[in-house]
């Protein structure tokens, strides 16, 4: 075939922005208000009418939107901080960094998604060793559909730990009538281009209910400063949304709900396709919930196969994740509940290029390469 299908296309959807992303961005330059300008606040108040909930709170990236809530509550050592075994490393990376461990729990085969048992094993774990004090819950709403909140939230109330909602994939979707954002003691996201919403660089946001949590947070993300910037009450950082960052996430933000709609298009037309086969598992969106797609991810019994089948048809392919946390050497003394189903994931995940713009014709090309490397008994 010809040039070779792109991953992601942002360039499709940055023609789509057009002229008026342009203005927006060179008003914004010329204001010369370059850090926490007006677009800042508006974006977080445009966010936060957006996913249904009281509080924003822009940030440098999605590791930063992690990390301060986990600073405002006091999270250090000797605490657990459970994290799925299968996703980024920013997810566990963020309990070392505030001196906490990381327990890594299983993830469910259909959804990806935290196993709510396996997080009840874990949680026994930690507390039958007494080596560590269960502290907080981080599920990832993994390749953009959200957790299993319903069975997730319960623990967390009985356990009396503070629920972390990372939804830097997964942002814009819907779990029984609630956006992602609006679910957890706070919500974390990431504005990294690829993402579903995403700037022209680095960014993220926390999101809240608390009045008082969300003015910690934003003293945290400026040095721990009390009434400006002079004054330091608390040990903090330097996390801040840059106003050029917020000034094209307001742009697209304005055809955020758009762009998840034509991802489920793209989503469906996968399925009906590749379902096809009985040697390819499609992923699941269980029934009240929905995904912002942020990656199409595939389950199939020989991946180098089908990798170098669609490489030598200019089809792309990535792999998300290969190898579990719990078996990175950098988490290797860190606890872990059994992982079968990460373990067997990990060699069978293969992801096809997703985004709103992959038209009709490409997606047939992508579904028929598929098709003839793996088979269809």
Known sequence: MGASIPFIDLQAQRRRLGEELNAAVLATVASGQYILGPQVREFEEKLAAFCGVKHVVGCANGTDALVLPLMAWGVGPGD?????SFTFAATAEVAVLVGASPVFVDVLEDTFNMDPKSLEAAI??????GKLKPKVIVPVDLFGQPADYKAIEPIAAREGLKLLCDTA???GSRYHGRVTGSIGDAASTSFFPAKPLGCYGDGGAVFTNDAAFADLLRSIQVHGQGVDK???VRIGMNSRLDSIQATILIEKLKIFADEIELREKVARRYNAGL???NRIRV???PEGCTSTWAQYTLQVPD???LQADLKAKGVPTAVYYSIPLARQKAYAQYPS????VTEKISHTVVSLPMHPYLDEATQDTIIAAVLESVGRD
């Open 80 to 84: 657990a901080v459970f994290v799925p």
């Open 124 to 129: 026994a774990l930690v507390k039958k060793e």
């Open 169 to 171: 994939q997964g942002f």
């Open 230 to 232: 002079y004054e330091n």
């Open 275 to 277: 379902g096809a086969s």
């Open 283 to 285: 992923p699941v969106v």
């Open 303 to 305: 991946r180098a196969k």
């Open 337 to 340: 509940a059994p992982i079968p």
